[in-house]
């Protein structure tokens, strides 16, 4: 946390906004709340806040193609096809289920949606469901 908070205060606003969609597509390990915290030190907390919440929400879009590509690998596609095939079938009955933990918990969202893209989850529904991402944020910023 220590080196997360002295990035955030070497980057500039634009290099910390960067560093957040990239951790927040790729497995959103990073919290959330530390740029949140962030964000409410800038000149306009809630103009940072919306624009946190817009790229979180995007990477968790963006993360769902990646876990659709994921499925295009031979490998993967057989193992999930072949041998996830029952487990794949209650994935997808359970799958909005999942984009709303991931939406609303502090549990990586991206994993949530990079699952969903694996599992075929209709992208419709992510979208929807994924914006719940932002109620979290405005609920955090509160």
Not at 12 to 32: C, Y
Not at 56 to 63: I, P, V
Not at 70 to 80: A, D, F, G, Q
Not at 98 to 119: E, H
């Amino acid at each position: 946390n220590d080196a997360l908070i002295k990035l955030t205060e070497i980057l500039p606003s634009h290099g910390v906004l960067s560093f957040f969609f990239v951790s927040e597509t790729l497995l959103g390990l990073i919290p959330p709340e530390i740029f949140i915290a962030w964000s409410g030190k800038m000149p306009n907390p809630w103009g940072y806040l919306s624009i946190l919440a817009i790229l979180s929400y995007s990477a968790g879009l963006l993360a769902y193609h990646l876990g659709r590509m994921i499925t295009k690998i031979p490998s993967v596609h057989t193992y999930l096809e072949v041998k996830m095939q029952k487990q794949l079938k209650n994935s997808r009955k359970w799958g909005g289920f999942l984009i709303i933990v991931g939406a609303l918990l502090p549990l990586p969202f991206s994993i949530s949606c990079i699952a969903a893209g694996i599992i075929k989850f209709p992208f419709k529904i992510v979208v929807l469901f994924g914006a719940l991402r932002l109620l979290r944020f405005v609920i955090y910023g509160l």
